[in-house]
């Protein structure tokens, strides 16, 4: 799918005429329709106005561009704001936001419910059967929250199905510290604005209540779509994971295929091909490996800081193919023509406000050129990784409380770090979630994965003692999935396998860092060598710790201040397998040196340090091989077939020089 959001109703009938011809010349052929639309759709309660989607849907048919239709649930219209003003979204300190923006509705209240099921139901009729109908695309990010009394009372249902009983809440939240205790469901509130610290288990709880909120409110569109068009997908678009209120392991399953919205986090072609390969390894995760759609990326820019800067020219292209590289299926956009007005119309659009005659839509029309090539590759299967890195939406959100020993701990921090280094180092990696069958990997990360149950604990067990590496960092395994600390020396749950004990915290502040040395000897670059133990080999950043060895051999130490001469990284033989443990978050040169000489010991396949090399196989026996390098020498990668970018053949080995990328569909193996 090559294309994006398309809101023609901003636009008059010549500008419609331009866009189908544009729309031909760069070879869109999806459009994302009506995603903010309810106002025009419904512009008083009860009645609609359909007739200019029903002449989108038919040009875009005509024009040989499939819709995506969405619901426009995420933009309730004014006349619905001043009908139902306790639908509203109230912010934890009790403030009520108004109309004037989007996503003004608090999605447990009953009459946006009713509305939004009533809305989804006339598109499902009156579209269900229109041959430019592609997909569904219910709502738009799912991703607000509200503390009002509607979500007050959903939440409380949600805790009773949670815990049966008081008891078993007031336990789980350690409600005896601070007079807490709750005698009656009536008194239990959303983590309200407070004088002082909120409640850890009822923060984390009410992240998890609309995480389920939110997934029903999606359920229940997507079955009222589907009593009309049981055949045609459905899904919604994800917000990337930084941004994500909700737990996508739990979504992943009721979606018909994965869409996300990626942002690039930096404009620089490294940093940004790392944030691509994290984020599209994390989408194939959520979907169970399957293909996914990238719903959205903005074309050309980076918003950072609030300043919009460009992607280099080409750059648009060669990023679309690394998530196609990863299991996309699409390369979509926020949008196709920049907006003349509204609160958006300085974002970046395939057409921009310059017009067709641009470098922009240049590039456009070359990425259209190229994606024409690789239509064999769509609906054909990533091949999975034998390295994963876990990542947990609970962690995420309780190391974001406060009162914990540092702020600056974020899980999916430190899970990009330790993707990025195996990326770095050439390895590919999947991602999963905490609990999953790891069986199929040589080695699996455990970074600041903070909750851990007993139960996805023993499944960590029974991988490394079955012969499984394992590398832990600090900050896993620390608390309990109610966010309730495992006692007797961190991370009491992990112990055993790690053979360490860690009694006290020490986190660094942002600027500074610990120097490590060796214990016996280092790794350089992938080589092992022994060396004097005073000479300084790493440092560390944001996390020490106090650590004794219970089993564990030491790997490194720190070399000064009150931990001088304690363990840093340990490594741990249990069972069949290795587990590695690291208190403090290595410099990514130290990382990618550390992981790629576990993962080299492991057999974990790898090409040089820079390349990335992933396939995708087709039910029918064939193979799509993508190189891309990032490094700055050239690359062979070893691999027969043609290169559907050049069309020139290759045989037994593909060069690939700095900076550039291959798609080769190879002869079957
Ligand atoms: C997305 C959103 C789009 C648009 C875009 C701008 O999060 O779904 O509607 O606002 O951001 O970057």
Redesign the pocket.
Known sequence: MFGG?YNPEQWDAATWAADDALMREAQVNTATVG?FSWALLEPAEGSYSFDWLDATLDRLHANGVRVVLATPTASPPPWFTLAHPDALPVRPDGSRLWHGSRDTYCAAAPAYREASLRIAAELGKRYGSHPALAMWHVH??YGTMCWCDHAASAFRAWLRARYGSLDSLNEAWGTAFWSQHYSSWDEVLPPRATQYLPNPGQSLDFRRFWSDELLARYVEQRDVLRSHTPEVPITT?F?GPENLVMDPWSWGREVDAVAV?H?LSSASPVAGAADIAFVSDWARGIGGGRPWLLM?Q?PSTVISDGVLTHRSPGRMLSDSLEYVARGSDSALF?QWRASRAGA?MY?PALVPHAGPDSRMFAETVALGATLSRLGEVAGSVPVPASAAVMVDASSQWALQTRGLPSPHVRHLDVARAVHGALWRSGIGCDVVAAGADLSAYSLVAVPAVYLMSSSSAASLRAYVAGGGQLVVTFCSGIADEQHRIWLDGYPGVLRDVLGIRVEEFHPLQPATSAGLVADGGSWTGRLWTERPRTERLWTGRLWTERLRAEGASVLAAYDSGDLAGLPAVTKHSFGAGTAWYLSTLLSDDALAALLGSIADAAGVPASPPGVSVTRREGTDGRSWLFAFNHGSSAAWVPTSGVDLLTGVAVAGTLEVPPGRYAVIREEAR
């Open positions: 959001d995603v738009n990010e678009n917000m919205d942002y959205e903005a926020f958006e974002h």
